[in-house]
């Protein structure tokens, strides 16, 4: 049984470049997660996807985008990067939540770290 | 907004000495997720907890959920150098679908 897996392991891009990062969901699973997590701190939610549709979006601006296909993986998009934005980005998978249930586990995958020079 | 306040920040113990990391909110959670992460990797679940009072074991780990959901607790007995890494606590709103709220972690390292 396959976990979450994540592409590119690391990358290194330079300010005002264009970064698209890739991830395949936990077998079973339909939606998927992007956290943000910088040095020495925890994980930043950036946005969910389900159904091909972004369902809710944390404080990140327009810059991050994203999408996800018909076999639930999904893609990170960042325009425009700037030094900050350097970070390990992480992408959990769940099952979407079953009516009336406030279970929701989400496992990760090893991320994706972004060095912005 | 949901914040979720973790301590200590940093904790280096011997091996054998037992330790506690709090979670802490203001705010009431759905459900509270246990990670553990090691450096360069993505965070692995250890453990959720729902109920109010929970109380969870896993080996030498101990989880509890407060009564009022809105605090946790992480008990290690004994522990061991393969015990050191970045521990992180993460909260479901209730209002926030499914999204996790995140503490700032609690890095061990245990010295043998």
């Known amino acids: 049984d396959a976990g979450v897996t994540q592409s590119p392991t690391h990358l290194i891009k330079t300010r005002g470049q264009q970064v698209t990062l890739r991830c395949s969901p936990k077998?079973?699973?339909?939606?998927v997660s992007w956290y943000q997590q910088a040095l020495g701190q925890g994980p930043q939610f950036i946005f969910q996807y389900y159904e091909e549709e972004e369902r809710q979006r944390g404080n990140f601006p327009d810059r991050f985008s994203g999408h996800q296909f018909p076999n639930y993986s999904s893609e990170l998009n960042v325009n425009a990067l700037l030094l900050g934005d350097s970070a390990l980005y992480l992408c959990?998978?769940?099952?979407?939540?079953?009516?009336?249930?406030?279970?929701?586990?989400?496992?990760f995958g090893p991320g994706t770290r972004l060095t912005v020079l | 907004t949901q914040l979720l306040e973790q301590s200590p920040q940093f904790l280096s113990i011997q091996e054998g000495e037992n330790l506690t990391v709090y979670c802490n909110s203001s705010s009431v959670f759905s459900s509270l997720q246990w990670y553990r992460q090691e450096p360069g990797e993505g965070p692995v679940l250890l453990v959720t907890v729902v109920t109010g009072g929970e109380v969870k074991k896993l080996k030498r780990l101990t989880f509890q959920f407060g009564d009022a959901r809105k605090d946790s607790s992480l008990h290690i007995t004994a522990a061991q150098p393969g015990d050191t890494g970045l521990y992180l606590c993460?909260?479901?709103?209730?209002?926030?679908?499914?999204?996790?709220?995140f503490g700032e972690g609690t890095q061990l390292t245990v010295n043998p």
């Open positions: 077998s079973g699973h339909d939606t």
């Open positions: 959990a998978s769940s099952l979407c939540e079953v009516a009336g249930s406030s279970y929701n586990e989400q496992f």
């Open positions: 993460a909260g479901v709103g209730e209002t926030s679908g499914s999204r996790l709220t």
